[in-house]
């Protein structure tokens, strides 16, 4: 059994009038089944309001199924005693890079998770170097986060999360507010956590060019799992993608235009190279 | 305007008031404003002087850093400054109209002037020299007596430092929206109090409720990270005396020990 | 006409340690009508640079004129400049406070002195214009979608009927159907009322679509000024300042070492896509 795994896994909001009569009922996530395997990479797609925000957030104990069930490493969620040792096994990073640093000292950010948890305090000095050390920001310990781009900030909090020593790492849009070389090297971060350490990655994004080397992709609308697949798979689906309001890297685009128009190139086309590689067979002498 | 302020703000550099424990630092910054707010002869403001810049000579922070933070109190001290001046009784330098300047007003403002730069200074050395996770610690640790009262001091010095840091966020923030709406050609300078008042309207709703969708959002953030109050908690810095403490706090002994001597047989 | 920069200098900061030295030296000449994205990395000095064209920030040293007046002149009216030179920030919850979507974009034209019935009709047209439907105007503009809020928050600043727009970052956290929303519009405003658009990005796909000029920014420096052709040629050089040309330019230069037929200059899928089957027609 994975890591993680969902079994029509639903969750409603429930808006309430003055006489607390339910007025209105979103299906945020409704039927959702999910089997990570530890030490995957997995990419969670969506539009805004797809309900993949919601879906993490209950990865994290954060919000609780109103149906069906999951499990973070055979903890079912919905048990309350198993709450704080769920957290500490999946932890999550946010969208807004300020909104989850706590501390005004980097390395005491990182510090704090531990804390929490009830860490030694030498080990919690062995954790925070080791976990600034893993995201590349060992040299920023003493400075305050207010004085860090976006994707340093980003880095930091991946670095909290880390010093509390999870299987699993969610990340909600981690790189939304971030200009592109933050968006960068916050991606190339967690691939090294997930090559070097071996770390679980949940990455929710909207970004497609981001997905490129997941495991496995799902592709989530209106609350439900309509797509999933390796990332080959999940492009080749230009159209299906664009009705989603999900759009495709420019170089798959290009690719599936030109099959379209009747051009031998295969489906799901990644990467420059992979295009450039398919068109040179065209070429005469 | 509004990044000058520098109170809140830490300063970070290696020297020996940065690493003292923050308990010493607490009672330093509260013996010296009492005894600053006792100054009324020119030994007793040499010895306060002669301590305020020991200490600040000793924190490396630049000099100009700290002034810095006069700026954001300037009006204060010159309205202060001025009440003194003009509305003290004595003897009579020159009359203008209804206002007279004299020299027991000169010197009162002379006095309250330098009271009030030095009490600024003295506490801002304290939270340029000490991050505020440091001293909120600092603060748990001095009042935690009071826990057993179920005074939540955890709570309130979590409170405290959470506070701390967003303070230079949401400035920079009240910076944004006010562009953003001088952009519609808001006029936040010209018309009488109650217009003006109005004015900011547009300025403080964004602000706010921005300020609670942080609040929110950080709320969520700390519950992930596994934060469920003080109990059960370690500490990465727990707060333990090192021999400078003592040495600190010794120190403070003989600073107010002159200081009494002082007041007693001069 | 248009908007003229000459020489400007701005220094934050200037005489405490924190000096830093945001614009440098620059030079440019806007003329009205044009479409233009400035593009360069977080601190690359865009944002300083659109917020002196509308007098929110004043350069150190150097002059900027509109329409040929100086706009640091004594007399000069600086709301005026405002209500002409149209400026609409990052994030539309920096401005958006009143109870309805139509009161918020009423803010400005009132500022400008209007009557109340005046502003409304000012800020109905303006809506139209960004799209949102009528339904919406008795909203408060907290419980909108991402994508609306920017819409009114763009709005608000078109109700001042200003001659010049200048959008930062207009597409930040929007998803991508929601980010081609919000430029196609933008692109439609362009083409209908004729007014100047500055476009702030750092996105090349994104402005290389709209634009006909753009310039990129560098360490408080213009460190190219030309049509997205000519910028997008020097991939390289776009790279050492922290950016990049479109997908799509780097694989049309990779095929020209196979293909030596094929131009080199798309910037688009669909340009690249017609390139790509005119070269191969010609290969049979």
């Known amino acids: ?285 | 305007m509004i990044r000058d302020i520098t109170i809140g703000q830490y300063y970070p550099a290696h020297s020996i008031i940065h690493r003292l424990d923050p308990r010493v630092k607490l009672l330093g910054t509260l013996v010296f404003i009492v005894t600053v707010f006792f100054v009324n002869d020119l030994l007793g403001l040499a010895l306060a002087t002669a301590a305020l810049g020991a200490v600040i000579w000793l924190s490396k922070v630049p000099l100009k850093y700290m002034l810095k933070g006069l700026r954001a109190i300037f009006i204060l001290m010159l309205f202060t400054v001025l009440l003194n001046v003009f509305l003290t009784p004595g003897t009579e330098i020159f009359r203008w109209g209804f206002l007279k300047v004299t020299w027991e007003g000169l010197f009162l403002a002379g006095k309250t002037a330098i009271r009030l730069m030095y009490l600024i200074i003295g506490s801002t050395i304290m939270t340029l020299t000490t991050t505020p996770n440091h001293l909120t610690d600092g603060l748990e640790k001095a009042l935690s007596p009071l826990k057993k009262l179920h005074f939540p001091v955890h709570e309130l010095s979590m409170t405290m430092s959470i506070a701390l840091r967003f303070i230079p966020i949401l400035l920079e923030e009240t910076d944004k929206i006010m562009k953003a709406q001088q952009a519609r050609c808001a006029d936040f300078e010209s018309g009488h109090l109650i217009q003006r008042m109005k004015s900011l309207i547009p300025i403080l709703v964004p602000l706010f409720i921005s300020a609670i969708r942080r609040a929110n959002d950080l709320a969520m953030a700390m519950e992930a990270r596994c934060y469920h109050g003080g109990a059960g908690r370690t500490k990465m810095k727990p707060l333990v005396y090192q021999k400078r403490d003592v040495v600190a706090y010794i120190i403070i002994l003989v600073y107010i020990l002159i200081w009494a001597a002082v007041k007693i047989w001069l | 006409m248009g908007i003229q920069l000459d020489h400007v200098n701005y220094i934050y900061s200037p005489d405490n340690a924190f000096r830093k030295q945001a614009l440098k030296d620059i030079n440019l000449n806007i003329q009205d009508g044009e479409f233009i994205g400035l593009i360069g990395h977080t601190g690359s000095g865009k944002s300083t640079l659109i917020q002196h064209l509308n007098g929110l920030l004043k350069a150190t040293s150097g002059v900027i004129y509109y329409n040929n007046e100086n706009i640091y002149d004594e007399n000069y009216k600086m709301i005026s400049l405002r209500s002409h030179v149209g400026l609409v920030f990052q994030y539309p919850e920096h401005q958006l406070f009143e109870m309805t979507v139509l009161k918020d974009v009423c803010y400005g034209p009132k500022n400008l002195g209007l009557s109340d019935e005046e502003a409304v009709s000012r800020a109905k047209q303006a809506l139209e214009m960004v799209g949102m439907s009528e339904k919406d105007y008795e909203k408060s503009p907290f419980e909108l979608s991402g994508g609306q809020k920017r819409r009114v928050a763009i709005a608000g600043v078109l109700a001042m009927e200003p001659q010049v727009l200048i959008l930062d970052e207009p597409t930040a956290g929007l998803d991508p159907k929601g980010r081609n929303d919000i430029l196609d519009q933008i692109a439609l405003l362009h083409k209908k009322m004729g007014i100047t658009v500055i476009l702030v990005s750092h996105s090349m796909e994104d402005v290389a679509k709209y634009v006909d000029r753009i310039i990129v920014m560098n360490r408080g420096e213009v460190f190219m000024d030309g049509t997205p052709k000519s910028v997008f040629e020097n991939g390289k050089a776009l790279e050492s300042v922290g950016l990049a040309a479109p997908q799509v330019s780097y694989v049309m230069h990779r095929l020209r070492e196979i293909f030596p037929e094929l131009p080199v200059d798309a910037t688009t899928v669909e340009e690249a896509k017609a390139d790509i089957l005119h070269c191969l027609e010609a290969e049979k």
């Open chain 1, 1 to 285: 059994m994975g890591i993680i795994k969902a079994a029509k896994l639903f969750y409603d909001y429930v808006t309430k009038d003055e006489h607390d009569e339910v007025e209105n009922v979103i299906h945020a996530v409704s039927g959702v089944d999910l089997d990570v395997e530890a030490g995957q990479f997995i990419a969670v797609l969506g539009h805004n309001g797809s309900g993949k925000s919601t879906l993490a957030k209950q990865i994290n104990a954060l919000l609780v199924p109103t149906g069906g069930t999951l499990w973070v490493k055979d903890m079912d969620t919905k048990d309350a005693k198993n709450v704080w040792k769920i957290r500490q096994s999946a932890g999550m990073v946010f969208q807004n890079p300020d909104n989850q640093i706590i501390a005004s000292l980097v390395e005491e950010d990182v510090g704090f998770g531990p804390e929490n948890i009830g860490v030694p305090t030498k080990d919690i000095w062995h954790r925070v170097q080791n976990s600034l050390k893993a995201v590349g920001m060992l040299e920023y310990s003493q400075h305050s986060p207010n004085k860090l781009s976006g994707g340093q900030k980003q880095r930091v909090a991946i670095a909290g999360v880390m010093a509390m020593e999870p299987e699993c790492i969610v990340l909600d849009e981690p790189t939304a507010m971030l200009d592109p070389s933050g968006r960068k090297e916050v991606i190339e971060t967690i691939r090294e956590l997930n090559r070097e350490k071996k770390v679980t990655v949940i990455l929710i994004t909207h970004y497609m060019d981001e997905v490129v080397h997941a495991d496995k992709v799902y592709v989530m609308d209106d609350g439900k799992i309509v797509l999933s697949g390796t990332p080959r798979e999940v492009f080749s689906q230009v159209e299906y993608l664009k009705q989603l309001r999900l759009d495709v890297p420019q170089v798959t685009e290009l690719a599936y235009e030109l099959k379209q128009a009747g051009i031998d190139v295969p489906e799901g086309v990644l990467t420059v190279d992979e295009l450039v590689k398919a068109l040179e067979r065209h070429k005469n002498r």
